[in-house]
């Protein structure tokens, strides 16, 4: 089953393959210049995970990416769908055992 997530980004398991006019190996180059002082805390994060700086980048630009893409996607619902979404928004909350829990749990900032 494919998630909402999934979907929202494009995953290849609900639309195919995403990229179909490229072969399978083929990558993109993306420079970028950043001044030297930018560079500092990058570099002493990158150290600190043992990974390298295009590494480091195309993680926090991916990230950053997913979170604009969830961020700004429309899902399409027939009516009866939707009626079916509000319903369940409206609904009182049913009591369970983990919402006791939680409920119930003191939270770490209330111990100081």
Known sequence: MVSLHEIAL?????FGRRHANKSVNASDS???RIKAAACNPIDRAVALLGKTRTGFM????????????????VFALGPEVYTG???RLDAPAQANERLKRTISTKAPRDDA
């Open 10 to 14: 494009g995953h290849r398991s609900y």
């Open 30 to 32: 993306l420079d970028i």
């Open 58 to 73: 195309f993680e926090a630009c991916e990230r950053r990416a997913e979170e604009v893409l969830l961020d700004r996607t």
């Open 85 to 87: 979404y509000l319903a």
